[in-house]
């Protein structure tokens, strides 16, 4: 089975400065990596996924998240936040069966 | 609709009553899932069907916990003598292919339950 590690439940950071959310995953086979975001009462939205290819993945918002096979890393980051990434962030990965494992989760707080 | 359509939204009910969670996913996806989301963690995963056919239910916590899709379309699922480590909130998804091969997976608002 795969698992999934977000080393950091909250992450504040200033308006205009860069964010990196860090994910790591354990498994014993290739995976696919994904970043969704949940704003509030809301379901969750892909952000970006690492299916193959380029270890550099760009997703929505500006965001882009790279894939480190040997770190066994998937971190996200942004190189400006705005107020309205105020959210919370999960890392999940699967190797591609019937169910994606997520991480607990990261709440980003924009600050003004 | 244009998304995945959960419904209720919110349900309040009395330990030991029985509830039942709909969701409607894009028209025309092949694949559903059902997770579970407790207060301050990620989903988990409960169930997944592939049109009609539950074709994994290895994440139901207890057999208190029903899926069914009998047409290929809604799902519904069912929880019998709720207990309140059942609260949270249930999420439904769907993709046009087959399981999480890659597909990017839709997911709808979600049904917030509280067992009280």
């Known amino acids: 089975a795969q698992s999934v590690t977000q080393l950091d439940s909250q992450v504040p950071v200033f308006e205009e400065a860069p964010v990196e959310l860090r994910c790591n995953y354990s498994?014993?086979?290739?995976?696919?990596l994904f970043w969704y975001v949940q704003y509030p009462n809301q379901g969750l939205q892909l952000l970006l996924k690492?299916?193959?290819?380029?270890?550099l993945v760009k997703g929505i918002n500006g965001f882009e998240a790279e894939f480190n096979k040997s770190q066994t890393s998937f971190h996200l980051r942004k190189p400006s936040v705005h107020i309205s990434d105020t959210a919370e962030y999960f890392c999940a990965v699967t190797a591609g069966a019937n169910n994606l494992f997520f991480g607990t989760g990261t709440r980003l707080t924009v600050i003004p | 609709g244009a998304g995945v359509s959960q419904s209720p939204r919110y349900k309040v009910a009395k330990r030991g009553q029985d509830v039942a969670l709909r969701c409607d996913p894009i028209s025309g996806h092949v694949s559903l899932f059902w997770y579970q989301q407790a207060l301050g963690q990620g989903p988990e995963f409960l169930t997944y069907f592939q049109n009609e056919a539950q074709l994994d239910k290895s994440g139901l916590p207890s057999d208190r916990f029903f899926a069914e899709r009998p047409e290929g379309s809604v799902s519904t699922l069912k929880i019998q003598r709720t207990q309140q480590e059942d609260s949270a909130v249930y999420l439904c998804?769907?993709?046009?292919?087959?399981?999480?091969?890659?597909?990017?997976?839709?997911f709808g608002e979600g049904s917030w339950l509280t067992v009280v």
């Open positions: 498994s014993s086979v290739s995976v696919y």
């Open positions: 998804a769907s993709t046009s292919g087959q399981g999480h091969s890659g597909n990017t997976i839709y």
């Open positions: 690492y299916l193959s290819g380029s270890t």
